[in-house]
């Protein structure tokens, strides 16, 4: 049992500069989609996607949908996705009336395999969407040889990569569009909220529409659309988390950096690989549980909590292709990697707020736990 305060999974940071911007708005009287939206819009463009043109949406799966609709995706094509990330991925391509169809992931960094995804290609495939998940991004280079062998559009799931970078280049600026969660336990947050940084203006344009019920102007309805609009309030919340992001970002990379350094010699512990050429923002610091079942980690998981008072998670324990709800979509290949991180994977606290007597707690309480063989 112990004594101290639970160190927390994940701790969204929220200030006084944030309150104010949100008091500015109500007192404004124009708290729905409007100016802030728009400013929003073009500083996080600006900030982190090299300029490109940014939609705000209400969230990051309404983010994914618009997105993969304004592509032209619907009911006849494939999308080829990983079954190791959130629901949310394989989601959005289902809601357009598309088949997600999944690939396996590399072992070091947890992300699509472009070998994967060469073999489950086929007529009907229309796009590969990797994800950056934990904040690292997925190999684009090897992911863009195979779509544009195969005449097939790019799109990310970034939801977790706010500022990562793959050769100086940041991520989302990669495909036809490329999706930001600003979820509250991501890397910076509007309270709920998405973006959809596009690669021209039509994609642009596509995803405006539907999240205005497919009007550019009032009651001019030109496709079939949604209210997936973010408020103003909720943009007022997120340009204030745009100034702070970098700063909260090189924490995080500090904080993995002393981690890796004090578990890299812990048997049974396999720390993050950062792959050459890439910079990895951390939204999870994840590690494996090497050789472990599921149910090892989870005990593993539970002692860290229950004796060491120090929070983590498992991202994500289920295979979407083994969820109820995606089930119909499984594959008939095997996803070993898939299977295997799934079982084996175990995310430490590294958030900002994390103190140097934290960073000491998670470390021994996972050289403590894992190295007594629980
Ligand atoms: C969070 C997340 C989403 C969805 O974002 P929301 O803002 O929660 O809708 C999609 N994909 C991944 C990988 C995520 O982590």
Known sequence: MTE??????????????????????????????????????????AQLVGGRTCVAVNSGTSGLHLGLLACGIGEGDEVVVPSFTFAATANAVALTGARPVFADISADTFTLDPDSVREVLSDRTAAVMPVHLYGHPADLEGLRAVTAQAGVQLFEDAAQAHG???????????????????????????GE?????????EIARGVRLLRNQGMEK?????????NNRMTDIHAAIGRVQLTKVGAWTQARQ???????????GVAGVVVPTVRAGCTHVYHQYTVRIDGASGAQRDEVVAALREEHGVGSGVYYPTPNHELVSLSRFAPAWELPETARAAAEVISLPVHPSL????????????AAVVGAGA
């Open 254 to 264: 500090a904080n993995a950096a002393w981690l890796d350094e004090h578990l890299a």
């Open 355 to 366: 103190t140097p007597g934290d960073l000491e707690r998670v470390a021994g309480a996972v």
């Open 164 to 190: 990562a970078t793959f050769r100086g280049e940041p991520v989302g600026g990669f495909g036809s569009f490329g999706m930001f969660s600003l979820y509250p336990t991501k890397n910076m947050t509007s």
């Open 193 to 201: 909220g998405g973006m959809v940084a596009c690669a021209d203006e």
């Open 4 to 45: 101290q305060p639970m160190i927390p999974a994940a701790k969204p940071l929220i200030g006084e500069d944030e309150r104010v911007a949100v008091d500015r708005v109500l007192r404004s009287g124009m708290v729905a989609q409007g100016p802030e939206v728009a400013a929003f819009e073009g500083e996080f463009g």
């Open 218 to 226: 009032q009651y001019a309805n030109e496709v079939i659309g949604l």
